[in-house]
């Protein structure tokens, strides 16, 4: 897939002296979906916002459709949409006079039938005239969108697009993103909601205290790191792991009623048949058994319990 963002040594220390970002390197690939996934402070809306032309980089460069944020704004930003985590919207408006103005400021002609398509997308179009302070969250958030694909842009930018929003929201939030994206549109979000990345994103890149630490493939991601666990539900509760099972990496939970065995799914040995056996030849029976694949979430604690280690 050839890269419609690339991003090259791109720093960024404020004047605080807090250097928000150490040097990124990153392409983000045409049509794509790719999760920004981060803690608070971790620099996520800083890199949005320097793509975006609203913060100066340091140092480094992002070329954005191929053209030069810095060199070439204009041409630039005309090529993206962001819907910021504010909601920067004159309350006083309508909805159809905001959107309308957001596409003018892009220097764009009227398009009245783009407009109502992007409205009724959103499910705002009864809501057209309605002034924007008598919306709900949630229908103000859609206007925001709607204001950031008005001047139909090829890379929408959606920091922390569901903060904050019921699941129910959250879901419809998550549909018309890969809409969007079945449209063509590459889409590139900062979430520190794993589940939002993991049901996502094509792709997903970990930043912690401003370094991107890992881009990856989220299915190869989770193949890579993800490990499995295998859960005994124990028919007589235990209270200390018997010495002859020290060779396999077990944890008693629930007061001793569960075995837990957390393994390497992909190693050529995984240990559970021999486990197995083992218990069988100590008499200790179990009424149920099940293996659960760890989620993003699991590999993200780790890695950010790794960094808090090394740091
Ligand atoms: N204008 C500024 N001046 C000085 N420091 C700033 C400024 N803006 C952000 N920072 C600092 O830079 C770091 C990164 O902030 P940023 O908002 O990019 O993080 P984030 O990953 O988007 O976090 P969140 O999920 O909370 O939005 C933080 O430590 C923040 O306090």
């Given at each position: 897939?050839?890269?419609?963002?690339t991003?090259?040594?791109?720093?960024?220390?404020y004047k605080?002296?807090?250097?928000a970002l150490?040097?990124?390197?990153?392409?983000?690939?045409?049509?794509?979906?790719?999760?920004?996934?981060?803690?608070?402070?971790?620099?996520?809306?800083?890199?949005?916002?320097?793509?975006?032309?609203?913060?100066?980089?340091s140092t480094?460069?992002?070329?954005?459709?191929?053209?030069?944020i810095?060199?070439?704004?204009?041409?630039?930003?005309?090529?993206i949409?962001?819907?910021?985590?504010e909601?920067?919207?004159?309350?006083?408006?309508?909805?159809?006079?905001?959107?309308?103005?957001?596409?003018?400021?892009?220097?764009?002609?009227?398009?009245?039938?783009?407009?109502?398509?992007?409205?009724?997308?959103?499910?705002?179009w009864?809501?057209?005239?309605?002034?924007?302070?008598?919306?709900?969250?949630?229908?103000?958030?859609?206007?925001?969108?709607?204001?950031?694909l008005?001047?139909?842009?090829?890379?929408?930018?959606?920091?922390?697009?569901?903060?904050?929003?019921?699941?129910?929201l959250?879901?419809?939030?998550?549909?018309?993103?890969r809409?969007?994206?079945?449209?063509?549109?590459?889409i590139?979000?900062?979430t520190?909601?794993?589940?939002?990345?993991?049901?996502?994103?094509?792709?997903?890149?970990?930043i912690?205290?401003?370094?991107?630490?890992?881009?990856?493939?989220?299915?190869?991601?989770?193949?890579?790191?993800?490990?499995?666990?295998?859960?005994?539900?124990?028919?007589?509760?235990?209270?200390v792991i018997?010495?002859?099972?020290a060779?396999?990496?077990?944890?008693?939970?629930?007061?001793?009623?569960?075995?837990?065995?957390?393994?390497?799914?992909?190693?050529?040995k995984?240990?559970?048949?021999s486990?197995?056996?083992?218990?069988?030849d100590?008499?200790?029976?179990f009424?149920?058994?099940?293996?659960?694949?760890?989620?993003?979430?699991?590999?993200?604690?780790?890695?950010?319990h790794?960094?808090?280690?090394?740091?």
């Amino acid at each position: 897939m050839p890269s419609v963002i690339t991003i090259q040594g791109l720093t960024k220390t404020y004047k605080s002296g807090h250097q928000a970002l150490k040097p990124i390197d990153l392409e983000i690939e045409k049509g794509e979906i790719f999760a920004l996934l981060g803690p608070n402070g971790a620099g996520k809306t800083t890199m949005i916002s320097i793509i975006c032309g609203i913060v100066t980089p340091s140092t480094g460069t992002v070329i954005a459709d191929g053209h030069d944020i810095q060199k070439d704004y204009r041409a630039a930003r005309t090529r993206i949409g962001l819907v910021p985590q504010e909601l920067t919207t004159d309350a006083f408006e309508t909805v159809w006079a905001t959107v309308t103005f957001s596409r003018g400021l892009f220097g764009k002609a009227p398009n009245p039938a783009l407009i109502e398509r992007i409205l009724r997308d959103l499910s705002l179009w009864d809501k057209k005239d309605a002034k924007i302070m008598t919306l709900s969250g949630g229908m103000k958030r859609r206007v925001m969108i709607a204001k950031a694909l008005s001047h139909e842009p090829d890379i929408l930018f959606l920091d922390e697009p569901t903060a904050g929003v019921d699941v129910e929201l959250r879901r419809d939030m998550w549909g018309l993103v890969r809409q969007l994206r079945d449209q063509g549109v590459t889409i590139i979000l900062t979430t520190h909601y794993i589940e939002e990345a993991e049901e996502m994103a094509d792709r997903v890149g970990v930043i912690l205290k401003g370094e991107l630490i890992l881009v990856e493939k989220t299915a190869t991601l989770m193949r890579k790191l993800g490990k499995k666990t295998l859960t005994l539900n124990l028919q007589e509760p235990m209270t200390v792991i018997p010495p002859e099972l020290a060779e396999w990496d077990l944890s008693l939970q629930n007061e001793g009623g569960e075995l837990e065995y957390a393994f390497d799914a992909h190693a050529e040995k995984t240990g559970v048949p021999s486990l197995l056996r083992r218990l069988s030849d100590l008499g200790i029976a179990f009424k149920d058994l099940n293996t659960r694949q760890s989620s993003l979430e699991d590999i993200f604690v780790s890695l950010v319990h790794r960094d808090g280690e090394s740091a």
